[in-house]
């Protein structure tokens, strides 16, 4: 009976494959479309002047969306994957293996300040310049990352309510703001941001983006560094 079911389940496969080869087969070869013009052509009413995030938060908004929706997933299925457990700080871990431990503090304690300020650079930035949220977070979460490697910041545990409000909360934002926008300015379109308001409606979705992307993006490191305590401390 096993080998009846894996058999079909070979022929299912094999007849999905086929039928999948013949519709590429099929298809018309793609006509050339110059899509640069078209942003170009487009940039004065997207609300900002670089094309990157004209098309990111304007003319492909709803990718973006999706984008960071697929990174909360992540972020959630790692939580899923390891459970409850208590913090742990790498603090003592440093202090038995590493003699130059102050000197490694006071330059986190310089360098973590001017990376917050790039974040907040590179966020302000983007509307015209290469730059934007996801730049802004990743700066973000690799201070976090930096000062949980020195000891700092302890590695996370479950995610209290707060932590868990930081990482919503740009996905919330950016929900309102299609919403909002679906049922003032365009009725029945999603994020098709009137020209006159759409550099504002970008920049606060970039702000909350810019926080929540920076907690997903840290938390991918920090919820797992407990692990790796725990399995330093066994050895």
């Known amino acids: 009976m096993k080998n009846l079911f894996n058999a079909l389940v070979i022929v299912l496969f094999a007849v999905l494959g086929l039928t999948l080869i013949w519709v590429i087969l099929e298809l018309q070869?793609?006509?050339?479309v110059h899509l640069s013009k078209q942003v170009l052509t487009q940039l004065d009413a997207s609300g900002v002047t670089h094309p990157v995030t004209a098309v990111l938060l304007n003319f492909r908004g709803y990718?973006?969306?999706?984008?960071?929706?697929?990174?909360?997933?992540?972020?959630?299925?790692?939580?899923?994957?390891i459970g409850k457990r208590e913090q742990r700080n790498l603090s003592a871990w440093f202090r038995l293996s590493q003699p130059y431990l102050q000197v490694?503090?006071?330059?986190?304690?310089?360098?973590?300040?001017?990376?917050?300020?790039?974040?907040?650079?590179?966020l302000w930035v983007g509307g015209h310049q290469p730059g934007g949220a996801f730049q802004a977070g990743a700066v973000l979460a690799a201070a976090g990352v930096l000062?949980?490697?020195?000891?700092?910041?302890?590695?996370?545990?479950?995610?209290?309510?707060?932590?868990?409000?930081?990482?919503?909360?740009?996905?919330?934002?950016?929900?309102?703001?299609a919403a909002a926008v679906m049922v003032v300015a365009s009725p029945g379109l999603l994020l098709q941001y009137p020209p006159a308001s759409a550099g504002m409606l970008i920049l606060l979705i970039e702000m909350g983006l810019t926080l929540s992307l920076g907690l997903i993006l840290a938390g991918l490191f920090l919820f797992l560094s407990g692990d790796a305590i725990e399995d330093e401390a066994e050895k």
């Open 63 to 81: 990718d973006t969306l999706l984008e960071v929706m697929v990174l909360l997933l992540a972020l959630l299925g790692v939580l899923a994957q």
């Open 29 to 32: 070869p793609p006509t050339h």
């Open 147 to 177: 000062l949980n490697l020195s000891g700092v910041l302890p590695s996370w545990a479950e995610p209290a309510w707060n932590l868990r409000t930081g990482l919503v909360f740009g996905l919330l934002v950016f929900l309102l703001v």
């Open 104 to 122: 490694l503090l006071w330059l986190v304690r310089m360098i973590v300040p001017l990376m917050v300020l790039v974040a907040g650079y590179l």
